[in-house]
């Protein structure tokens, strides 16, 4: 009798238990087997639309809406998941278009589309109605003759959680059953790392996952807090905000650990350095940037590293914390773009780019003489 009640608890609590994944790690992209990479994304699908606006029904646009509602562009209360184009999509893309520097015009344009189906980390851009992305605060814009003269687009959580004060020294832990390598846990040291760099924060880490401040794991799937992963490209990575501490990756993605791309695109190399530091941004508060450059945006190619903090995040990172008594304040947007490590493309770079000059003309003068 105890036993006939005991296996269906047993069950329940099995299935509830999130359950950790060996994830896909990969120490360079040629290493990645031609069979881990697909002909096609779960988001591919929405090229389709391209040229939709308001008015028009086309199979599938229930997809494309519940994509706008996981990322806080429709309403969580919204349960029309027809495939007519309504008011409410357009709101989306509208505010969608907004929020990538797109021009705002409630259809599904081709670069609209483009920025749509790329990976992307799965926090929302929009939180309780409030758009994350567009929080220019006046405070923080500067006049146009000043050295830096962006407008701050970094954004925080609502009511701006962060750790406590005076609890700067913060201890991190991988999911044990991950059994994650050496190189691996070296990536995520390196991503910490940039964010202790500029703030008074430090980060250590523990091997006790349960007692740990910061909880790293990879999962695959439903994984027990509502938010699963799709596989392949798709979401890349999610973190809460501050205490929660949970930060999970998607064990499904070929993690590059090098972030070495030769210079080559693949289909879907994605850098770890590059989604640790973002998600470990919104371990510490921050909520996503508008700005292309910075570690906040939510968007990034496959093969492309960015791990470099931009302006934008160090302000919005020390407008939470303060900065490191040891950084020197140097602006990291100031950085010639050809030294920054922003992707895998090959760069033309300046010197490059003047060497090249100099030849025409050095040409161009011979040809007169
Ligand atoms: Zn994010
Ligand atoms: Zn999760």
Redesign the pocket.
Known sequence: MKLTFLVPVLLIVISIVPSPTSAHFFPNISSIPPSLIPNATIWDAFNKFAGCQKGVKADGLSKLKKYFQLFGYINNSYDNFSDDFDEYLESAVRNYQLNFNLNATGELDAPTLKHIVMP????ADIVNGTSTMRSGNPSNTYSANSTIHAVAHYSFFPDRPRWPRGRNQLTYAFQPENQLSDAVRGVFSRAFERWSEVTPLTFTETTSFSRADLRIGFFSGDHGDGEPFDGVLGTLA??FAPPVGRFHLDGEENWVIDGDFMGSSPMSAIDLESVAV??I??LLGLG?SSVEDAI?Y?TISSGTRKVELANDDVMGIQELYGSNPNYNGSDPTLTPRGERDMSGAPRFDCSLRCGVLLAVGLFSVLLFV
């Open positions: 992307r980390c799965g926090n999610h973190a973002h998600e941004g919104h996503h906040m939510p």
